[in-house]
């Protein structure tokens, strides 16, 4: 499975657009990229999964550019309610097993 | 039922006790994975299954770590003579799709059980 990379922290403000970078460069052709969100003491929830270019659901968006080495969750328009762990993973697209790292934690102020 | 369901939610027990933890994924839920999370980290893959078929047990730290789901739907993971090193926040999360197919499809966590070990 690729390792991905990703910052440890980010903070922003409301209402202003975050952009989540992560890199998993040995992506394999058959993986696919998703975002989960986690809040303190829940489970993690999915967000958003794409292979490749452009994603967009109600809650967000996914950049994917054509060598799959990286992917950018974009979250439009942050709100207080937003501020939690994200995490990239790439799924195999054979086993489907899923690898969390370490996440990234956003912190959105007023 | 309407979401992955765990039980107990926090469970504490003495050294060298063994523990069954038990999860009920969501109602025609084909695949169901166990983790594990220890405060500030994010989830350890610990095992996963396909129906009642363990596909892969590779993350389960050793021996003493068990995993089964006999009928395709409720699992438990079983922990032998436990350890102070088990302690942590033990999730389950399940999924419609198969494990594996082109179509990967999204996890389902449920609310995790709070095992420590005294």
């Known amino acids: 499975l690729a390792k991905t990379t990703q910052p440890i922290s980010m903070d922003s403000y409301e209402g202003q657009e975050v952009n989540i970078t992560c890199s998993h460069n040995n992506i394999a052709t058959n993986d696919y990229i998703t975002w989960y969100q986690q809040f303190p003491s829940q489970g993690p929830r999915f967000i958003i999964q794409?292979?490749?270019t452009k994603v967009t659901n109600e809650v967000a968006s996914l950049f994917i550019p054509a060598d799959r080495k990286s992917s950018t969750l974009s979250l439009p328009r942050v709100s207080l309610s937003d501020t939690a762990v994200y995490y990239c993973?790439?799924?195999?697209?054979?086993?489907?097993?899923?690898?969390f790292g370490q996440g990234t934690t956003l912190q959105v102020k007023p | 039922g309407a979401g992955v369901s765990q039980s107990p939610r926090y469970k504490v027990t003495k050294r060298g006790q063994d523990v069954a933890l038990r999860c009920d994924p969501i109602?025609?839920?084909?695949?169901l994975y166990w983790y594990r999370q220890a405060l500030g980290q994010g989830p350890e893959f610990l095992t996963y299954f396909n129906y009642e078929a363990q596909q892969d047990k590779s993350g389960l730290p050793n021996d003493r770590f068990s995993a089964e789901r006999p009928e395709g739907s409720i699992s438990t993971l079983t922990i032998q003579r436990t350890e102070q090193r088990d302690s942590a926040m033990y999730r389950c999360a399940s999924s419609l799709v198969l494990a594996g197919g082109t179509n990967t499809g999204e996890l389902f966590f449920g609310e995790g059980s709070r095992l420590t070990v005294l």
């Open positions: 794409g292979y490749k």
């Open positions: 109602s025609g839920h084909v695949s």
């Open positions: 993973l790439t799924i195999s697209g054979n086993t489907g097993k899923l690898i």
